[in-house]
Nanobody, 115 residues
């Protein structure tokens, strides 16, 4: 069973930066696609960024040029560097792992962008 633990959320002013981290257990990490999703109050969960096992990336249009997803297959970690944060980025951010029939989620970390 895969376990995902996010960290790095918090309160930041508009224009600021945060780096989210996700630690994954298990041996399938390096074969899995990893993603960051977010869910704001009253809204559906949406994809923010994905990184494939081969490290190709995909971003939501709303975060392109501001957010960067990366992975470390030695440490079983995935990161989301968030720059130029906006109030509309406020949400709970979830780490996701997908491989074969496995689709695992972390518990989420709150990101609040406010002055």
């Amino acid at each position: 069973q895969v376990q995902l633990v996010e960290s790095g959320g918090g309160l930041v002013q508009p224009g600021g930066s945060l780096r989210l981290s996700c630690a994954a257990s298990g041996s399938i990490f390096r074969r899995a696609a990893m993603g960051w999703y977010r869910q704001a109050p009253g809204k559906q969960r949406e994809l923010v960024a994905q990184i494939a096992a081969g490290s190709s990336t995909n971003y939501a249009d709303s975060v392109k040029g501001r957010f960067t997803i990366s992975r470390d297959n030695i440490k079983n970690m995935v990161y989301l560097q968030m720059n130029s944060l906006k109030p509309e980025d406020t949400a709970v951010y979830y780490c996701n792992l997908q491989w074969s029939v496995v689709n695992s989620w972390g518990q989420g970390t709150q990101v609040t962008v406010s002055s």
